[in-house]
């Protein structure tokens, strides 16, 4: 047992006054004449037991009545008390929204019954408790508030297709709660403990705040998702040719059995739909990849999505996309017909990726820039540097003419280097680099300069670059059997298109389709946003943008030349989050190394057992003014004067004296 106001015990000492007064008690009988001396003397003694009886029952009435005023006042805390009987408190309350929790869980979905825990945290809160409340994605919803003002912010805590961080949240909850010192400090947090959501290694804790940790049941079935779709001809493609996306499916968490008996269930059957219209299914086994064709698609905007039989949690089951259809761009070749370049462009047109030559918007200058413009009227230039280093300075100077500030410069040490995976619907896995240049800006670079493809030492090898009233697009090798593998590589075709179609002007924002959950940088045009359920929002061009909801998004805005620009882009549910594994205490432990970790669930009962580390006991004081009440109306029901004190029932009680006790 303890006490909140130790001091106040020493009212207990006031039980010494009714004791004086009882010791000092002077007996005032009146004694009267009576001729029945046999009568008076039992009438007597019967009032003298009576008296000694009363009086004593009194004291200790009013003894207790002492006691009881003075243990409330002391306020005292007996054992480890409910989630209420904590100290003051300041609690960094972490709900987990991301599109793991959109699981069942009992025939209810995994948020709403994170949401109802916190919502039992709060109501556990006392009224000089502060509360910080975090979604994992997103912002922070309160901050140093009470807990009835947290309350309503929590109702409006929705779930989103993004991915946690819980590393991440729990290092900023910690760092919100303020160290004065004079108030404990506790952080809980309502999640599945899906494995794949530390994403960042955690720090060492530099704060004793502990971490309570909710313990959802583990999922009792696995969850099928789509985890990954690929535009075949990518974001932008040339009309008039046929495109696919390709797609993988996945078959993750603790209870997914390695090879499930049913033959049905051991594969995912997959629905295409293109523009609001159903456009084609597949059947393949989880795991694996399937391809679909899409049909004939005319120059424009469209979208779609590709969707699964659902399995686990909902949201990933789904998958979006959007790819805009531009006319075939016509090219302009400058440099050798017969060279790998040139015969890659031939290739392209022949199959109908490429318009008929001419004055093309896109020009392509290999290596020979000393014979006049070749660019002049191309919205693209893609230049491709000579193999012989003698001509560099004509290269560069050719760029200087079209206000390219960057420049090739010799490197006599590269080697044999490999490049680093494109963003882009091939690959270059295998092909090494022997000839390169080095490409360095003049100083007046643009910040949105882009590298779009690097060696594997890390400097550029491919530059995207605005110069005067074109884009350009600079190499760092030639494309030569010598200088590298890429033009005897199955790749070479695509890498082509990729320049001619996916990384020129042709291309428009956005280059690649985005994760939910995740900040993006809208374009310099942006003005406004269409979220897939039908909101604008307005928008600085330029800005971050985070889509909290997977499916397809509206850009629009003015572009440069005061025209109306309108693109879109896809986000879709982080691949991370199909798999629903959770982490064991263990794993919790080893991760917060340095912070106390506990763990309470699943039931709500448990949790709130488990929360508000820092108890005092249950507060009897209640209890003990209960008491003290019932001993008053006692103590006025035997101190009234002239209660009812008849005689024996055979009649020899009848009072001869009357007095009182002081």
């Known amino acids: 047992m303890s006490f909140l106001y130790l001091s106040a015990l020493a009212l207990g000492l006031s039980v010494a006054v009714p004791l004086i007064l009882h010791l000092r008690r002077r007996q005032t009988d009146r004694r009267v004449s009576f001729p029945a001396l046999r009568y008076l003397s039992r009438a007597e003694d019967a009032r003298s037991r009576s008296l000694a009886a009363s009086d004593l029952l009194l004291l200790a009435v009013r003894i207790g009545l002492l006691i009881a005023l003075a243990l409330a006042a002391a306020g005292p805390l007996i054992g480890r008390g409910g989630a209420r009987d904590h100290e003051p408190t300041d609690l960094a309350l972490i709900v987990d929204n991301s599109a793991s929790v959109g699981r069942l869980d009992e025939n209810r979905i995994l948020f709403e019954s994170l949401v109802e825990l916190a919502r039992s945290a709060l109501a556990a809160a006392r009224p000089e408790d502060r509360v910080w409340l975090f979604p994992t994605v997103g912002e922070p919803l309160a901050a140093g508030v009470a807990a009835g003002r947290a309350a309503p912010a929590l109702g409006q805590l929705r779930p989103t297709d993004g991915a946690a961080d819980l590393a991440a949240v729990v290092a900023r909850a910690a760092a919100a709660l303020p160290a004065d010192g004079g108030r404990r400090r506790e952080i809980q947090l309502l999640s599945d403990l899906q494995a794949s959501a530390l994403r960042t290694d955690p720090a060492a804790a530099s704060d004793a705040a502990p971490l309570v940790a909710y313990a959802p049941r583990p999922p009792d079935e696995p969850n099928g998702a789509l985890v990954d779709v690929e535009l075949t001809g990518g974001t932008t493609a040339p009309s008039g040719t046929g495109h696919g996306v390709i797609v993988r499916s996945a078959r993750t968490g603790p209870a997914a059995p390695p090879d499930p008996p049913d033959g049905a269930a051991a594969e995912a059957d997959i629905r295409l739909e293109l523009d609001g219209r159903l456009a084609g299914a597949a059947r393949a086994p989880w795991g694996a990849s399937a391809i679909l064709g899409l049909p004939e698609l005319g120059p424009g905007l469209h979208e779609g999505r590709l969707e699964v039989n659902p399995a686990g949690a909902r949201a990933d089951d789904l998958r979006y996309f959007a790819i805009r259809v531009v006319p075939p761009p016509a090219v302009r070749f400058h440099g050798d017909a017969n060279g790998f370049v040139g015969l890659g462009i031939e290739t392209l047109r022949d199959g109908g990726r490429l318009g008929a030559g001419g004055n093309g918007a896109v020009a392509v200058v290999d290596g020979d820039v000393s014979v006049g413009a070749p660019w002049e009227g191309a919205e693209t230039v893609i230049f491709v540097p000579p193999a012989d280093p003698v001509d560099l300075a004509a290269f560069n100077q050719g760029l200087a003419s079209v206000g390219i500030a960057w420049q090739a410069r010799v490197d006599a040490g590269s080697g044999d280097l490999g490049l680093a995976e494109p963003e882009a619907a091939f690959s270059l896995s295998g092909v090494r680099v022997r000839q390169r240049y080095l490409l360095r800006t003049t100083g007046g670079g643009s910040a949105a300069d882009t590298a779009l493809l690097r060696t594997e030492d890390g400097e550029p090898w491919l530059i995207r670059t605005d110069s005067d009233d074109r884009m350009a697009l600079i190499l760092a090798s030639p494309l030569t059997a010598t200088a590298s593998d890429l033009p ?77 620009a309108e693109t879109h882009f896809a986000a879709n549910v982080p691949e991370e989050e199909a798999d629903p594994t959770p982490m064991g205490r263990r794993e919790l432990e080893e991760l917060f ?38 001993l008053i109306g006692i103590e006025l029901y035997l101190a009234t004067p002239g209660r009812s004190r008849r005689p024996s029932a055979d009649g020899e009680g009848s009072e001869v004296t009357s007095g009182a006790s002081n």
């Open 488 to 564: 005897a590589h199955p790749a070479m075709v695509p890498f082509l298109e990729a320049l001619l179609v996916h990384w020129s002007h042709l291309a428009t924002w956005p280059f690649a389709d985005f994760d939910a959950g995740r900040p993006l940088t809208l374009p310099e045009w942006a003005g406004e946003v269409e979220s897939p359920d039908g909101t604008v929002r307005a928008v600085e061009g330029g800005a971050q943008f985070t889509p909290l909801r997977a499916g397809v998004y509206a850009v629009r805005g003015t572009g440069s030349d005061g025209a109306v």
């Open 593 to 630: 190394a340095g912070r106390p970790v506990f763990t309470a669930g699943p039931d709500a009962s448990a949790w709130e057992d488990g929360i508000f580390r820092a108890r005092r006991g249950r507060d009897m004081a209640p209890w003990l003014i209960a008491l003290a009440l019932a």
